[in-house]
């Protein structure tokens, strides 16, 4: 089936077509891969609809006319074996559709087993197995960035906490423009924006700077420019003391730039 079929099926809701068409469920028919593995109750399956490819941080799928268009598909799924099939029963078989962390739609099933007897050392193994795999997860959920343009500022050393962002000497009328990288190297989408220095202050930046965008979504394997601007203009020129006009930091905290 082509892609626009695809999406038209989808459309229609005619899940059973797409079933029928299913790359793994014509490959299993065929006896050409998982032989002896089930999947599901017999019915059809998989059981819910599609699980690739949304639209990241939406139920939506994507197919937008600026990404690349993919054809829906189940690519996530569950299929077992057992030695034994009078001791392993499927319980349940979903998508679970809440979830919306990435481009696709994790699934889950609940088994229930019947052991013959408990041997402890393997049950403690597999137990620590179990939380190491979910501790993975936990950690390759985790938004990941990496900022290009970024230099040592002025007598901070080679610290990498004193990098950021040096204009150098700033003249009257005369603008000077850098500009920052952000590229998502996770897995999930990352999220980012500038905060106020203060918390009583509104404003993200000192007058004579500008920084474009302020906040923005970044998803996994794209990259976006941030670029900041400063000029001392007669609105900026007569400014505290206290506010240096040569010198901005931009720091990393809680996932927010």
């Not at 474009?212 to 505290?240: F, K, M, Q, W």
Request: neutral net charge; proline residues 5%; glycine residues 6%.
């Amino acid at each position: 089936m082509s892609t626009e079929e695809v999406f038209e099926k989808i459309d229609q809701k005619d899940w059973e077509c797409l079933r029928e068409n299913d790359q793994l469920n014509v490959e299993r028919r065929l006896g050409n891969v998982f032989r002896d593995f089930k999947e599901g109750f017999g019915g059809a399956t998989p059981p819910f609809e599609p699980t690739y490819k949304f639209q990241p941080k939406t139920s939506l799928y994507e197919r937008r006319p600026d990404k690349k268009l993919r054809a829906p598909g189940w690519c996530d799924r569950i299929l077992w074996h057992a030695k034994d099939w009078a001791l392993v029963k499927q319980l349940s078989y979903e998508a679970c559709a809440a979830l919306e962390m990435s481009d696709h739609k994790p699934v889950a099933s609940l088994f229930m087993l019947e052991c013959r007897s408990v041997i402890l050392d393997r049950k403690r193994a597999v137990y620590q197995q179990v939380l190491h795999t979910l501790d993975k997860f936990e950690n390759d959920s985790q938004p990941k960035i990496e900022l290009t343009g970024l230099t040592a500022l002025p007598g901070s050393g080679t610290s990498a906490g004193d990098s950021g962002v040096h204009f150098g000497d700033l003249r009257y009328m005369v603008t000077v423009q850098r500009s920052i990288k952000v590229t998502n190297t996770g897995e999930t989408t990352a999220k980012f924006r500038f905060t106020p220095p203060k918390l009583e202050s509104s404003a993200v930046s000192k007058r004579w700077l500008s920084i474009e965008p302020h906040y923005g979504l970044v998803t996994p394997g794209e990259s976006i420019e941030i670029t900041l601007r400063a000029t001392i203009d007669n609105a900026t020129a007569v400014v505290r003391e206290s506010e240096p006009l040569a010198r901005s930091r931009l720091g990393t905290k809680g996932g927010d730039l």
